[in-house]
């Protein structure tokens, strides 16, 4: 099955630091996308990419950006931490635009103090 | 534009006991929906999919059919398990490069 991995479980930063959040997956897929998750609301799209060095910002791109220089890594950085970006950071993944189930990794939820 | 709309939760039940979980969308043109399922410390996963109105689509005793006609993908089950004690999301593909848009999540938790 498909593997999507994602570098860290927990991570704690203090404010103003950069943070890179690495997503690799194992099985040729063209699109890959970062979430962040927060309770009550739901999956909120931050940054997407349909190819290497294509991206395509999602619903909220403010504070974040994305590097894809190679087609099974996917990152996502902080340019400068805030309390406000303290969340649960999920990966996915997924074949080209007409194959449409998506695969997640595990999350890294990322405390900013 | 594209949005999702699901009941908020979160839902309570006994095990055995019959699920519905309401799901609506707003969508332009013909849109594949889908339900996803989050355990506890995981990502999500498939949980079950519906490609066109009418389809029906199930998986693991869950059950959502595709109703053009009041826009809705509702989830149901007849007999919860502990074991099914997750947050479900209802999603929806874009016609952007793939997207799917999510709804917020409904957390279920089933008591023995």
């Known amino acids: 099955d498909v593997k999507v991995t994602q570098s860290s479980r927990y991570l704690v930063k203090r404010t103003g630091e950069k943070v890179f959040l690495e997503c690799v997956q194992d099985?040729?897929?063209?699109?890959m996308f970062w979430y962040r998750q927060d309770p009550g609301l739901g999956l909120r799209l931050i940054y997407f990419s349909y190819d290497v060095k294509m991206k395509e910002k999602g619903d909220i791109p403010e504070g974040y950006s994305v590097s894809r220089e190679k087609k099974e890594r996917f990152s996502l950085i902080l340019e400068s931490a805030s309390t406000n970006q303290t969340s649960m950071y999920l990966c996915?993944?997924?074949?080209?635009?007409?194959?449409?189930?998506?695969?997640f990794g595990s999350g890294t939820q990322l405390s900013v103090l | 534009g594209n949005s999702v709309t699901q009941m908020e939760g979160p839902v309570t039940l006994s095990e055995e006991a019959f699920l519905t979980i309401n799901c609506t969308y707003t969508a332009t043109g013909y849109p594949s929906l889908f339900w996803y399922v989050q355990y506890p410390g995981e990502g999500l996963q498939l949980l079950l999919k519906?490609?066109?109105?009418?389809d029906k689509g199930s998986n693991k005793g869950f059950e959502a059919t595709y109703r053009k006609e009041t826009t809705s993908f509702h989830l149901e089950k007849g007999s919860v398990q502990v074991s099914d004690s997750a947050v479900y999301f209802c999603?929806?593909?874009?016609?952007?490069?793939?997207?799917?848009?999510f709804g917020r999540g409904t957390q279920l938790t089933v008591w023995p």
């Open positions: 996915a993944s997924k074949k080209g635009t007409d194959d449409e189930k998506l695969f």
């Open positions: 099985m040729d897929h063209e699109n």
């Open positions: 999603a929806l593909t874009g016609s952007t490069l793939g997207r799917l848009y």
């Open positions: 519906a490609t066109k109105a009418d």
